[in-house]
Protein backbone atom coordinates (compact mmCIF):
# COMPACT_ATOMS: atom_id res chain seq x y z
CA UNK A 1 0.00 0.00 0.00
CA UNK A 2 1.09 3.01 -1.03
CA UNK A 3 0.03 6.35 1.03
CA UNK A 4 0.38 8.70 -2.06
CA UNK A 5 0.28 8.40 -5.42
CA UNK A 6 -1.21 9.91 -8.89
CA UNK A 7 -2.69 8.57 -11.78
CA UNK A 8 -1.78 10.15 -15.26
CA UNK A 9 -4.66 9.22 -18.13
CA UNK A 10 -4.15 9.97 -22.19
CA UNK A 11 -7.94 9.13 -23.45
CA UNK A 12 -10.74 10.53 -25.47
CA UNK A 13 -14.47 10.16 -24.94
CA UNK A 14 -14.55 7.10 -27.79
CA UNK A 15 -11.79 5.03 -29.39
CA UNK A 16 -11.89 7.09 -32.64
CA UNK A 17 -11.40 10.59 -31.01
CA UNK A 18 -8.58 12.59 -32.55
CA UNK A 19 -7.30 16.18 -32.03
CA UNK A 20 -7.47 18.68 -34.60
CA UNK A 21 -5.68 21.88 -35.05
CA UNK A 22 -7.47 24.67 -34.27
CA UNK A 23 -10.38 22.70 -32.69
CA UNK A 24 -10.75 21.95 -29.15
CA UNK A 25 -8.82 18.84 -27.94
CA UNK A 26 -10.93 15.52 -27.76
CA UNK A 27 -8.14 13.49 -26.42
CA UNK A 28 -6.85 15.04 -23.14
CA UNK A 29 -4.27 14.05 -20.16
CA UNK A 30 -5.69 13.99 -17.07
CA UNK A 31 -4.59 14.09 -13.21
CA UNK A 32 -6.09 12.19 -10.44
CA UNK A 33 -5.11 11.71 -6.81
CA UNK A 34 -5.19 8.76 -5.01
CA UNK A 35 -5.34 7.43 -1.56
CA UNK A 36 -4.05 4.33 -0.45
CA UNK A 37 -3.13 3.13 -3.68
CA UNK A 38 -2.29 -0.69 -3.96
CA UNK A 39 -0.55 -2.04 -7.14
CA UNK A 40 -2.75 -5.12 -7.37
CA UNK A 41 -6.05 -3.36 -7.74
CA UNK A 42 -5.09 -0.79 -11.11
CA UNK A 43 -7.99 0.57 -12.68
CA UNK A 44 -7.50 2.06 -16.30
CA UNK A 45 -9.60 3.28 -19.12
CA UNK A 46 -10.46 1.20 -22.29
CA UNK A 47 -8.28 2.46 -25.84
CA UNK A 48 -6.12 4.68 -23.13
CA UNK A 49 -2.57 5.39 -21.83
CA UNK A 50 -2.14 5.33 -18.15
CA UNK A 51 0.84 6.61 -16.13
CA UNK A 52 0.80 5.87 -12.54
CA UNK A 53 3.59 7.71 -10.28
CA UNK A 54 3.56 6.55 -6.45
CA UNK A 55 5.98 7.81 -3.58
CA UNK A 56 7.83 4.43 -2.87
CA UNK A 57 8.78 3.64 0.32
CA UNK A 58 11.91 1.54 1.10
CA UNK A 59 11.82 -1.13 4.06
CA UNK A 60 14.67 -2.86 4.55
CA UNK A 61 16.32 -5.18 6.46
CA UNK A 62 19.18 -4.29 9.01
CA UNK A 63 22.18 -6.36 8.84
CA UNK A 64 22.65 -8.91 11.68
CA UNK A 65 24.52 -8.01 14.21
CA UNK A 66 24.27 -4.36 13.92
CA UNK A 67 22.30 -4.41 16.89
CA UNK A 68 24.36 -6.11 20.30
CA UNK A 69 22.32 -8.71 22.29
CA UNK A 70 21.52 -7.68 25.59
CA UNK A 71 24.78 -6.88 27.77
CA UNK A 72 24.68 -5.53 31.06
CA UNK A 73 27.81 -3.18 29.56
CA UNK A 74 24.91 -1.61 27.82
CA UNK A 75 25.30 1.21 30.27
CA UNK A 76 27.58 4.66 30.38
CA UNK A 77 28.85 5.72 33.28
CA UNK A 78 28.69 9.35 33.65
CA UNK A 79 29.95 10.23 37.29
CA UNK A 80 31.13 8.16 40.20
CA UNK A 81 32.31 10.46 42.83
CA UNK A 82 31.80 10.62 47.06
CA UNK A 83 28.97 12.83 46.46
CA UNK A 84 27.57 11.92 43.38
CA UNK A 85 26.90 8.98 40.72
CA UNK A 86 25.20 8.87 37.51
CA UNK A 87 24.47 6.07 35.09
CA UNK A 88 22.47 5.70 31.80
CA UNK A 89 21.02 2.09 30.81
CA UNK A 90 20.03 1.48 27.91
CA UNK A 91 18.66 -1.58 25.38
CA UNK A 92 20.67 -1.38 21.64
CA UNK A 93 17.99 -1.33 19.28
CA UNK A 94 15.69 0.52 20.90
CA UNK A 95 14.92 4.37 21.68
CA UNK A 96 14.82 4.69 25.34
CA UNK A 97 17.78 5.91 27.62
CA UNK A 98 17.04 5.93 31.03
CA UNK A 99 19.63 7.70 33.29
CA UNK A 100 19.62 7.68 37.09
CA UNK A 101 21.34 9.70 39.79
CA UNK A 102 22.05 9.46 43.15
CA UNK A 103 23.53 12.54 45.40
CA UNK A 104 24.09 13.56 49.01
CA UNK A 105 24.71 16.84 50.56
CA UNK A 106 28.89 15.98 51.54
CA UNK A 107 31.50 13.07 51.52
CA UNK A 108 30.82 12.43 55.39
CA UNK A 109 26.70 11.79 54.61
CA UNK A 110 24.98 8.67 53.74
CA UNK A 111 21.78 10.44 52.81
CA UNK A 112 21.77 9.24 49.34
CA UNK A 113 19.13 10.52 47.28
CA UNK A 114 17.95 9.69 43.77
CA UNK A 115 15.77 10.84 40.72
CA UNK A 116 15.64 8.60 37.15
CA UNK A 117 14.10 10.04 34.24
CA UNK A 118 13.32 8.34 30.55
CA UNK A 119 14.29 10.06 27.41
CA UNK A 120 13.03 9.17 24.22
CA UNK A 121 15.04 9.61 20.96
CA UNK A 122 13.77 8.97 17.33
CA UNK A 123 16.95 6.73 16.50
CA UNK A 124 17.10 3.13 16.94
CA UNK A 125 20.32 3.15 19.56
CA UNK A 126 23.39 1.26 19.14
CA UNK A 127 25.62 2.99 22.02
CA UNK A 128 25.68 5.89 24.20
CA UNK A 129 28.61 7.38 25.90
CA UNK A 130 28.81 9.92 28.69
CA UNK A 131 31.79 13.20 29.15
CA UNK A 132 32.97 12.95 32.68
CA UNK A 133 30.59 14.40 35.42
CA UNK A 134 27.33 13.53 33.40
CA UNK A 135 27.13 16.83 31.81
CA UNK A 136 27.32 15.54 28.44
CA UNK A 137 25.66 12.18 26.65
CA UNK A 138 26.74 11.17 23.82
CA UNK A 139 24.00 9.18 21.57
CA UNK A 140 24.61 6.92 18.49
CA UNK A 141 21.77 5.37 16.67
CA UNK A 142 20.18 4.31 13.07
CA UNK A 143 17.98 6.64 12.08
CA UNK A 144 15.08 4.52 10.66
CA UNK A 145 14.06 5.82 7.57
CA UNK A 146 17.54 6.43 5.88
CA UNK A 147 19.01 3.86 8.04
CA UNK A 148 21.83 6.83 8.52
CA UNK A 149 24.35 6.46 11.40
CA UNK A 150 23.67 9.41 13.85
CA UNK A 151 25.62 10.88 16.56
CA UNK A 152 23.53 13.03 18.39
CA UNK A 153 25.32 15.51 21.73
CA UNK A 154 23.05 16.13 24.46
CA UNK A 155 23.42 18.59 27.13
CA UNK A 156 21.81 18.67 30.52
CA UNK A 157 21.63 22.29 31.92
CA UNK A 158 23.04 22.29 35.49
CA UNK A 159 20.34 22.77 38.28
CA UNK A 160 20.60 25.10 40.98
CA UNK A 161 21.57 23.20 44.43
CA UNK A 162 23.00 20.10 42.67
CA UNK A 163 26.11 18.58 42.31
CA UNK A 164 28.10 19.16 39.20
CA UNK A 165 31.40 18.57 37.51
CA UNK A 166 33.31 20.96 35.79
CA UNK A 167 36.76 20.46 34.09
CA UNK A 168 39.22 23.18 35.48
CA UNK A 169 42.29 22.34 32.61
CA UNK A 170 42.52 23.41 28.95
CA UNK A 171 41.45 21.41 26.41
CA UNK A 172 44.16 21.98 23.33
CA UNK A 173 43.34 21.07 19.73
CA UNK A 174 43.99 17.20 18.75
CA UNK A 175 47.77 17.38 17.64
CA UNK A 176 48.74 19.40 20.82
CA UNK A 177 49.58 17.44 24.25
CA UNK A 178 47.12 18.09 26.87
CA UNK A 179 47.82 18.01 30.80
CA UNK A 180 46.99 16.06 33.19
CA UNK A 181 42.71 15.70 33.67
CA UNK A 182 41.76 18.55 36.57
CA UNK A 183 38.39 19.13 37.56
CA UNK A 184 36.23 20.69 40.78
CA UNK A 185 33.28 19.15 41.98
CA UNK A 186 30.82 21.85 43.73
CA UNK A 187 27.02 22.21 44.09
CA UNK A 188 25.22 25.07 41.93
CA UNK A 189 24.52 28.09 44.19
CA UNK A 190 26.49 26.44 47.49
CA UNK A 191 23.30 25.49 48.78
CA UNK A 192 22.62 21.62 48.47
CA UNK A 193 19.05 20.81 48.08
CA UNK A 194 17.81 16.98 47.23
CA UNK A 195 17.37 16.09 43.63
CA UNK A 196 13.84 16.38 42.27
CA UNK A 197 11.80 13.82 40.71
CA UNK A 198 12.07 15.01 36.78
CA UNK A 199 15.09 16.76 35.39
CA UNK A 200 15.25 19.43 32.58
CA UNK A 201 15.26 18.25 28.71
CA UNK A 202 18.92 18.09 27.53
CA UNK A 203 19.43 20.38 24.73
CA UNK A 204 20.10 17.76 21.64
CA UNK A 205 22.53 18.35 18.59
CA UNK A 206 23.86 16.23 15.19
CA UNK A 207 27.51 16.26 15.84
CA UNK A 208 27.67 13.37 12.91
CA UNK A 209 25.42 11.65 10.17
CA UNK A 210 26.98 9.56 7.63
CA UNK A 211 26.25 6.97 5.64
CA UNK A 212 29.78 5.73 4.36
CA UNK A 213 31.47 4.23 7.31
CA UNK A 214 29.31 1.41 8.04
CA UNK A 215 26.98 1.48 11.76
CA UNK A 216 28.07 2.85 15.27
CA UNK A 217 29.10 -0.06 17.31
CA UNK A 218 30.50 1.79 20.42
CA UNK A 219 31.72 5.17 21.35
CA UNK A 220 34.12 6.17 23.77
CA UNK A 221 34.22 9.95 24.43
CA UNK A 222 37.82 11.87 25.47
CA UNK A 223 37.52 13.65 29.35
CA UNK A 224 38.48 16.57 28.30
CA UNK A 225 35.99 16.53 25.47
CA UNK A 226 38.14 16.89 22.26
CA UNK A 227 36.80 14.57 20.42
CA UNK A 228 34.90 11.30 20.14
CA UNK A 229 36.36 7.69 18.91
CA UNK A 230 33.87 5.11 17.86
CA UNK A 231 34.01 1.63 16.34
CA UNK A 232 31.73 0.42 12.95
CA UNK A 233 30.18 -2.50 12.04
CA UNK A 234 30.70 -4.87 10.21
CA UNK A 235 34.44 -3.69 9.56
CA UNK A 236 35.46 -2.68 12.12
CA UNK A 237 37.35 0.59 11.61
CA UNK A 238 37.92 3.09 14.59
CA UNK A 239 37.11 6.50 13.38
CA UNK A 240 38.03 9.82 15.41
CA UNK A 241 35.32 12.30 15.70
CA UNK A 242 36.64 16.32 16.12
CA UNK A 243 34.27 17.96 18.44
CA UNK A 244 36.37 21.34 18.80
CA UNK A 245 36.90 21.87 15.02
CA UNK A 246 33.03 21.13 13.33
CA UNK A 247 34.69 21.33 9.86
CA UNK A 248 37.50 18.99 10.45
CA UNK A 249 37.21 15.61 8.29
CA UNK A 250 35.99 12.43 10.17
CA UNK A 251 39.47 10.94 10.54
CA UNK A 252 39.84 6.93 10.40
CA UNK A 253 42.42 5.60 12.55
CA UNK A 254 43.18 1.78 12.24
CA UNK A 255 41.47 -1.25 10.68
CA UNK A 256 41.54 -4.63 10.36
CA UNK A 257 44.30 -4.19 7.88
CA UNK A 258 46.40 -2.31 10.71
CA UNK A 259 45.44 -4.58 13.62
CA UNK A 260 43.96 -8.43 12.58
CA UNK A 261 42.49 -8.08 16.27
CA UNK A 262 39.78 -5.38 15.40
CA UNK A 263 37.94 -8.07 13.60
CA UNK A 264 35.93 -9.23 16.42
CA UNK A 265 35.87 -5.55 18.22
CA UNK A 266 32.68 -4.14 20.04
CA UNK A 267 33.58 -2.05 23.05
CA UNK A 268 35.87 0.74 23.32
CA UNK A 269 36.90 2.21 26.84
CA UNK A 270 39.40 5.14 27.89
CA UNK A 271 41.76 4.77 30.81
CA UNK A 272 44.58 6.24 31.80
CA UNK A 273 48.13 4.53 32.48
CA UNK A 274 50.86 5.79 34.41
CA UNK A 275 53.24 4.61 32.34
CA UNK A 276 51.35 4.24 28.84
CA UNK A 277 49.59 7.49 29.28
CA UNK A 278 46.26 7.80 27.67
CA UNK A 279 44.69 4.09 26.65
CA UNK A 280 42.05 3.35 24.72
CA UNK A 281 41.03 -0.18 24.96
CA UNK A 282 39.10 -2.05 22.61
CA UNK A 283 37.73 -5.50 23.48
CA UNK A 284 35.52 -7.95 22.24
CA UNK A 285 31.65 -8.09 22.39
CA UNK A 286 31.94 -10.62 25.67
CA UNK A 287 35.26 -10.86 27.52
CA UNK A 288 33.32 -13.53 29.77
CA UNK A 289 32.26 -15.61 26.84
CA UNK A 290 36.06 -14.94 25.04
CA UNK A 291 38.37 -15.44 27.95
CA UNK A 292 36.81 -19.14 27.89
CA UNK A 293 37.38 -20.06 24.33
CA UNK A 294 40.36 -22.35 23.61
CA UNK A 295 41.83 -19.45 21.61
CA UNK A 296 40.57 -16.30 23.17
CA UNK A 297 40.52 -13.09 21.40
CA UNK A 298 42.65 -10.13 22.63
CA UNK A 299 42.16 -6.87 23.58
CA UNK A 300 43.70 -3.95 21.76
CA UNK A 301 45.07 -1.18 23.01
CA UNK A 302 45.50 2.29 21.39
CA UNK A 303 47.97 4.99 23.27
CA UNK A 304 47.92 8.24 23.39
CA UNK A 305 51.61 8.80 25.15
CA UNK A 306 51.26 12.56 25.32
CA UNK A 307 47.93 13.12 25.46
CA UNK A 308 47.43 15.31 21.99
CA UNK A 309 44.22 12.93 20.62
CA UNK A 310 46.78 11.14 18.36
CA UNK A 311 47.18 7.34 18.69
CA UNK A 312 50.15 6.58 17.77
CA UNK A 313 51.07 3.22 18.83
CA UNK A 314 48.87 0.24 19.67
CA UNK A 315 49.29 -3.29 21.28
CA UNK A 316 47.32 -6.13 21.64
CA UNK A 317 46.86 -7.91 25.13
CA UNK A 318 45.33 -11.00 26.73
CA UNK A 319 42.21 -10.54 28.46
CA UNK A 320 43.30 -12.25 31.75
CA UNK A 321 46.52 -9.82 31.57
CA UNK A 322 44.39 -6.77 31.47
CA UNK A 323 42.21 -8.16 34.07
CA UNK A 324 44.83 -8.80 36.82
CA UNK A 325 46.60 -5.63 36.11
CA UNK A 326 43.59 -3.70 37.21
CA UNK A 327 43.15 -5.30 40.35
CA UNK A 328 44.37 -4.14 43.54
CA UNK A 329 43.87 -7.48 45.80
CA UNK A 330 43.22 -11.01 45.38
CA UNK A 331 41.49 -13.81 47.93
CA UNK A 332 43.90 -16.41 48.79
CA UNK A 333 42.58 -19.79 48.00
CA UNK A 334 43.86 -21.50 50.85
CA UNK A 335 43.16 -18.87 53.68
CA UNK A 336 40.03 -17.25 52.18
CA UNK A 337 42.44 -13.61 53.20
CA UNK A 338 42.57 -10.91 51.00
CA UNK A 339 46.07 -10.41 49.33
CA UNK A 340 47.19 -6.97 48.65
CA UNK A 341 48.19 -6.58 45.20
CA UNK A 342 51.23 -4.03 44.15
CA UNK A 343 49.24 -0.77 43.19
CA UNK A 344 48.09 -0.87 40.11
CA UNK A 345 49.01 1.49 37.55
CA UNK A 346 45.74 1.40 35.95
CA UNK A 347 43.83 5.27 37.36
CA UNK A 348 40.51 6.97 35.95
CA UNK A 349 41.07 10.37 38.32
CA UNK A 350 38.31 11.94 36.10
CA UNK A 351 35.98 9.10 37.39
CA UNK A 352 36.67 9.56 41.07
CA UNK A 353 39.85 6.92 41.28
CA UNK A 354 37.64 4.52 40.26
CA UNK A 355 38.25 2.52 37.10
CA UNK A 356 35.33 1.23 35.07
Same mark, same amino acid.
Given at each position: ????????????????????????????????????????????????????????????????????????????????????????????????????????????????????????????????????????????????? !?? /????? %???????? @? =?????? +?????????????????????????????????????????? !?? /????? %???????? @? =?????? +?????????????????????????????????????????????????????????????????????????????????????????????????????????????????????????????
Amino acid at each position: MFPRARRFTIAGADDMAYNEPGQPPRVCIREDALQDFAPGALEIEPVSVTLFLADLIVVSALPEGVFREKDPRDRATGAVFPTFTQLARYDAGMSEISLRRQECPDEQSHDWRWSENAYSTRLKIVAVDSRLGGGELFVAGIEPD !TE /ASIIE %RWVFPVRS @G =RWHHTY +TGTANPIGTPTAAYTYQNSIEGGLYRPPPALWYAPERTVVLR !TM /ACGFV %RSLACDPE @G =RYLLFS +TYPWGYIYQLDLMDPGAPLARLFGISEIAELAGASWLEIRQHADLGRVCVVSPPDISAASAQPVPPKLVYLIDGNNDGVFEAHVAVEIEEDRMSRMTAVVDPVTFQVVPLPESKWSAPWAGGLCF
